[in-house]
């Protein structure tokens, strides 16, 4: 028995050495202190994960150094920022339907206002945009005669000093030498006694259908029109002064009523022959 016993004790320091050995062994091996890129099941890890979390790191060691941002997106404008206090006091323009007619007065263009020729309104042009062709010089001359009217000339503005020598032909509207134009002239009924004006659209209104209307242009080209009718229209009447919806060639002659010149006499004719395009 004390053999036996004997034996016992001294094979324990034996192993306990033994253990020593081993544990020191797996230590020099890298099993502990620092990792090996296994996980806690101990399947290996995926590599971009690990870089991710650097890159993760990083960005939380940088975003502790930079101060907070003050927002980060783009700032919203208000009105406040852009109008002034009065522009604020006004409020919102009002909506406008421009497709519904209003009963806003027609101002008639400079020089025809209250005179014998009739009030001339603002019209859209029919050369918007384009090149109305012809001679340089757009002067016309007129010659009716069935009214004594020969190669009165036709002045291409607008204004009170050229409805006082003569004639005028409505700058928004065609020439004779384009086709679907609505040539249209406009001249005093009474106009002033010593000048081109005097009652020289006097007997327009005593034309009638068949009588023969004659434009010629400044480098002799003409254009002959025959008589087809008239009308009176108020003063803010536009749809006389449009081009035909047919595409026609038509002149319109304008002058006034007697005795106050508060409407519009015109005299309509269609184009027959001439050098019109």
């Known amino acids: 028995?004390?053999?036996?016993?004997?034996?016992?004790?001294?094979?324990?320091?034996?192993?306990?050495?033994?253990?020593?050995?081993?544990?020191?062994?797996?230590?020099?091996?890298?099993?502990?202190?620092?990792?090996?890129?296994?996980?806690?099941?101990?399947?290996?890890?995926d590599p971009s994960a690990?870089?991710?979390?650097?890159s993760d790191g990083e960005k939380s060691?940088?975003?502790?150094d930079e101060p907070e941002s003050s927002g980060g997106g783009v700032r919203s404008i208000t009105p406040e920022d852009v109008l002034s206090e009065e522009e604020l006091a006004a409020g919102a323009p009002e909506y406008r339907d421009w497709e519904t007619p209003t009963?806003?007065?027609?101002?008639?263009?400079?020089?025809?206002?209250g005179t014998?020729?009739?009030?001339?309104?603002?019209?859209?042009p029919f050369n918007f945009g384009r090149d109305p062709g012809g001679p340089d010089d757009k002067t016309l001359?007129?010659?009716?005669?069935?009214?004594?009217?020969?190669?009165?000339?036709?002045?291409?503005?607008?204004?009170?000093?050229?409805?006082?020598d003569s004639t005028v032909h409505h700058p928004g509207t065609g020439f004779?030498?384009?086709?679907?134009?609505?040539?249209?002239i406009a001249g005093h009924r009474i106009g002033y006694e010593g000048t081109g004006s005097w009652q020289v659209f006097y007997d327009?209104?005593?034309?009638?259908?068949?009588?023969?209307?004659?434009?010629?242009?400044?480098?002799?080209?003409?254009?002959?029109?025959?008589?087809?009718?008239?009308?009176?229209?108020?003063?803010?009447?536009v749809a006389s002064m449009n081009p035909p919806e047919d595409g026609s060639s038509v002149i319109s002659l304008q002058t006034c009523t007697l005795p106050d010149y508060s409407e519009r006499i015109i005299v309509r004719g269609e184009f027959v022959e001439g050098d019109a395009v």
């Open 61 to 64: 060691a940088n975003a502790e």
């Open 204 to 237: 327009v209104p005593s034309l009638v259908a068949g009588d023969e209307v004659i434009v010629t242009d400044s480098e002799g080209g003409e254009y002959v029109y025959r008589v087809t009718g008239q009308q009176t229209v108020g003063t803010d009447n």
């Open 176 to 184: 004779p030498w384009q086709a679907g134009a609505n040539t249209f």
């Open 103 to 113: 009963d806003a007065e027609v101002v008639s263009l400079p020089g025809s206002e």
């Open 141 to 164: 001359y007129l010659t009716v005669p069935a009214i004594g009217l020969r190669d009165v000339p036709v002045y291409n503005e607008l204004s009170e000093e050229a409805l006082t």
């Open 116 to 124: 014998s020729a009739g009030a001339i309104p603002a019209v859209k």
């Open 50 to 54: 690990t870089a991710e979390a650097d």
């Open 1 to 45: 028995m004390h053999a036996r016993s004997l034996n016992r004790r001294s094979g324990t320091p034996a192993v306990l050495l033994l253990l020593f050995f081993l544990f020191a062994f797996v230590a020099g091996c890298g099993l502990s202190g620092e990792p090996t890129g296994a996980g806690e099941s101990g399947a290996p890890s």
